[in-house]
């Protein structure tokens, strides 16, 4: 649901899935991509080659998706438009809950596109990044197809209950799957669990090989922590290296040397006063500006900086603040009331945003500190020169 379609100038990125369709869509030329993605409802997208559209059956109803296809160099991207996909927008592209009634209708119509366009081409592989598209396999049984399965956050699974008989068959229905299918490959206890689905294909189909971490620690991590996996033979690692970077490793190279860029530095001033103008914070060039940039939830630590910085603020007069996200689970939500309160009481000190917002880049480069207060990253230790002083954010394991 992140893409990236270079030559029309669309990009739907909030997080890792996007960084790594870009990545993807630049450095895998040799591999012939098929990319299905639905339409959002804030962007107009060009014409290319209709075709045919695809049917879906939701809760006994057939519904029709317009589908068209635009080929770009070895990637062929199968767009997607339907009121229910245009429903999200660039900024928004998931729906903000995963157990309603309305996700399980996106989710369902998604994974039978996806099934669909599966059969529409010659497919040697399917890629299953996270919970999203991992049912798309179960439309197509019995037959089945190769799997790998990238986690690049397992906190999320894709969850609606199944505690009664109605809630069972209601889920079903929705999905448009056998409850049979369901019991076998998708329950998990009283869940429907979507990320369940993607480990007991690979259980049941590939002798429980397939799945990656997206670092080199994270799929141990994941293996360890979350019972839907411990079917699974192991979950290997997938160590992101930057396609970009083609210089020789220097085994013997200090990395401790690191030179500072003064021209750099001398023009930090200038962006610190943008990003301050930005966030209607009071201009001072000696201000401590710190930034937190990310989803609003416990695995971010949102609450911790909410938690800390009303000392800090009080201890350190020239200390600045700058929150921005969306707003993900209840630790974030009395995180924003928490934010919001410190904007009322330190006024030009503080700016909370709970939502996703396109940031310029000056928001980063007239910072002094980046706050990752993450209790957990998929990506593993963080740690990112920052600031005008040299100070550093760090990510914990």
Same mark, same amino acid.
């Given at each position: 649901?992140?893409?990236?379609? +270079?030559?029309?100038?669309?990009?739907?990125? /909030?997080?890792?899935?996007?960084?790594?369709?870009? $990545?993807?869509?630049?450095?895998?030329?040799?591999?012939?991509?098929?990319?299905?993605?639905?339409? =959002?409802?804030? /962007?107009?997208?060009?014409?290319?080659?209709?075709?045919?559209?695809?049917?879906?059956?939701?809760?006994?109803?057939?519904?029709?998706?317009?589908?068209?296809?635009?080929?770009? %160099?070895?990637?062929?991207? =199968?767009?997607?438009?339907?009121?229910?996909? %245009?429903? *999200?927008?660039? @900024?928004?592209?998931?729906?903000?809950?995963?157990?309603?009634?309305?996700?399980?209708?996106?989710?369902?119509?998604?994974?039978? !596109?996806?099934?669909?366009?599966?059969?529409?081409?010659?497919?040697?592989?399917?890629?299953?990044?996270?919970?999203?598209?991992? #049912?798309?396999?179960?439309?197509?049984?019995?037959?089945?197809?190769? !799997?790998?399965?990238? $986690?690049?956050? #397992?906190?999320?699974?894709?969850?609606?209950?199944?505690?009664?008989?109605?809630?069972?068959?209601?889920?079903?229905?929705?999905?448009?799957?056998?409850?049979?299918?369901?019991?076998?490959?998708?329950?998990?206890?009283?869940?429907?669990?979507?990320?369940?689905?993607?480990?007991?294909?690979?259980?049941?189909?590939?002798?429980?090989?397939? #799945?990656?971490?997206?670092?080199?620690?994270?799929?141990?991590?994941?293996?360890?922590?979350?019972?839907?996996?411990?079917?699974?033979?192991? /979950?290997?690692? $997938?160590?992101?290296?930057?396609?970009?970077?083609?210089?020789?490793?220097?085994?013997?190279?200090?990395?401790?040397?690191?030179?500072?860029?003064?021209?750099?530095?001398?023009?930090?001033?200038? *962006?610190?006063?943008?990003?301050? +103008?930005?966030?209607?914070?009071? *201009?001072?060039?000696?201000?401590?500006?710190?930034?937190?940039?990310?989803?609003?939830?416990?695995?971010?630590?949102?609450?911790?900086?909410?938690?800390?910085?009303? @000392?800090?603020?009080?201890?350190?007069?020239?200390? *600045?603040?700058? !929150?921005?996200?969306?707003?993900?689970?209840?630790?974030?939500?009395?995180?924003?009331?928490?934010?919001?309160?410190?904007?009322?009481?330190?006024?030009?000190? =503080?700016?909370?945003?709970? +939502?996703?917002?396109?940031?310029?880049?000056?928001?980063?480069?007239?910072?002094?500190?980046?706050?990752?207060?993450?209790?957990?990253?998929?990506?593993?230790?963080?740690? =990112?020169?920052?600031?005008?002083?040299?100070? $550093?954010?760090?990510? @914990?394991?």
């Amino acid at each position: 649901m992140e893409y990236d379609i +270079e030559d029309w100038d669309i990009r739907i990125k /909030i997080g890792g899935l996007g960084v790594m369709a870009q $990545l993807m869509g630049k450095s895998l030329g040799h591999q012939n991509l098929i990319w299905v993605v639905p339409c =959002v409802g804030d /962007i107009d997208y060009p014409e290319d080659e209709t075709a045919d559209p695809m049917e879906v059956k939701i809760l006994g109803n057939i519904y029709s998706i317009k589908v068209q296809y635009h080929i770009l %160099r070895n990637i062929t991207y =199968v767009l997607l438009d339907a009121p229910i996909f %245009r429903s *999200q927008t660039k @900024s928004e592209p998931y729906p903000p809950r995963m157990d309603d009634l309305h996700s399980a209708i996106y989710y369902s119509a998604w994974n039978s !596109c996806i099934a669909e366009t599966m059969k529409r081409f010659p497919v040697d592989i399917y890629h299953i990044n996270d919970y999203h598209g991992a #049912a798309a396999p179960l439309h197509l049984l019995p037959k089945t197809i190769p !799997c790998c399965v990238s $986690l690049h956050n #397992a906190e999320f699974q894709g969850l609606w209950p199944m505690r009664t008989k109605r809630e069972r068959d209601e889920v079903c229905r929705v999905f448009n799957l056998d409850p049979a299918i369901v019991k076998k490959y998708v329950q998990f206890g009283d869940v429907f669990n979507l990320l369940h689905a993607a480990a007991s294909y690979l259980y049941i189909h590939q002798n429980g090989y397939g #799945a990656v971490g997206v670092s080199k620690k994270y799929g141990k991590r994941s293996y360890a922590r979350y019972p839907i996996f411990w079917g699974l033979k192991d /979950i290997g690692s $997938l160590p992101n290296p930057d396609p970009s970077d083609t210089e020789d490793w220097d085994a013997g190279g200090n990395y401790n040397n690191v030179q500072v860029d003064h021209e750099f530095e001398a023009h930090r001033l200038i *962006q610190k006063q943008k990003a301050q +103008e930005w966030a209607r914070l009071n *201009q001072d060039p000696n201000a401590e500006l710190f930034v937190f940039l990310g989803r609003w939830s416990v695995q971010k630590g949102i609450d911790l900086i909410a938690d800390v910085f009303p @000392s800090i603020l009080d201890d350190y007069p020239r200390t *600045q603040l700058i !929150c921005i996200g969306p707003v993900i689970d209840v630790y974030g939500k009395f995180a924003a009331i928490k934010l919001n309160k410190l904007m009322e009481l330190y006024p030009g000190r =503080v700016f909370s945003k709970p +939502e996703f917002t396109a940031l310029p880049p000056f928001i980063f480069s007239g910072a002094e500190f980046a706050l990752i207060p993450s209790r957990d990253e998929p990506f593993g230790l963080v740690a =990112v020169e920052f600031g005008r002083k040299g100070a $550093l954010g760090v990510g @914990s394991r």
